[in-house]
């Protein structure tokens, strides 16, 4: 018990090195321009949306034009736009940014309690968890502790994963689905890490280590790849069926599936120091980026294995997940491959910051053009998103944090 509090604690010191528990200074042009271009974006966005006496999140835009705003009460990417004021905090040190990190952070204390979907440890983790950690709050590690106990609910003991969707109603009930758990999931498991980190309770750590050793073993392909959903039996633990929601087809790379992985193993390895997790990193970035068919920018498909390619929608948001993820990969290998790691995640950065930024002033203030949330539903195609906004501020982030 104690030694994993120490292992927990030692490895998340080592994190704050690299997201920033001290704000990151500009020291050369790339950085500084970006960082003005963002704070000058959410500046602009920040002063419409302090215009209503409510609290509104933005999320994309819609096909009207019209701006859409997460809804607090259960969406998952709620805790993006929160998350990126603390990133904006730790860019440029201006306490404006982190009055209205914690105001915007706060307006999501509810779902700390939220146990409808495993989605709590996106929207707590990137607003709470990065509040602890760039903005020194400590009256926040209770709401992180209790978003750790309301994501362990979810988890089902005998198939040793934390269960996903529910499948009683909406879509997710015409799948067949008994326990299904999707790749994504890998990301809210630094939440519990961290609330045993806070708490000392290792009950956390150890739900996430059993999950991530069950994706491990269930979720990936001979190649490296993984699937997006693996169902569960939850009374006898077998696998029922692998599938995809959100990419073109069972058997194809949903790019922002192989994203989360990058990043949701690599995390994992940060507070376990398991070679296997380093190895599933490894081995999935490998697959990625030896893809024939990946353009040259670097900014992936939406799903690597859809028809139509090259003229089908981008993810910007998988290449900054992917970005964010290598600068930290590339921490914990050797100096040659770690070189090869960060070269990969510097052509991302710069593809984006040169192609798929928005125009100054336009856009509602988003930072990133052309992300895609959900293809085969239609919905979020080719459009900037909170996400895609966070992962490449925090890329940033990392990247000036490694040079320094
Ligand atoms: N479900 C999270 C995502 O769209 O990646």
Known sequence: MKNTIWTGLGLGLSLWVIVGCKPVRPTHDFLADNIRFAANQYKAQMEELEKSDKICIPRTVKPDGNMQYASIGWDWTAGFYPGSLWYLYNLTEEEYWKSLAEKYTEALEKMQYNTSHHDVGFIIGCSYMNGIRMGGEEKYKPVVVQAAKSLSTRFRPVAGVIQSWNTQKGWQ???????????????????????????????????????????LKNHFRKDGSSYHVVDYDPETGEVRSRSTAQGYADESAWARGQAWVIYGYTMCYRFTKNPAYLQQARHIADFFFGLPNLPEDLVPYWDMKAPGIPDIPRDASAAAIMASALYELRTYVSAEDGNRYQSIADKIVDSLNRHYQAEPGTTYGFLLLHSTGHHPGGDEIDVPINYADYYYLEALARKEALKQ
Request: proline fraction near 2%; hydrophobic fraction near 40%.
């Open 173 to 215: 009930s015409e799948r067949g689905w008994k326990c299904p758990v999707i790749i994504d999931n890998m990301m809210n498991l630094e939440l519990l890490f961290e609330a045993t980190r806070l708490s000392g309770d290792s009950t956390f750590y150890n739900i996430a280590v059993s999950h991530a050793d069950k994706t």
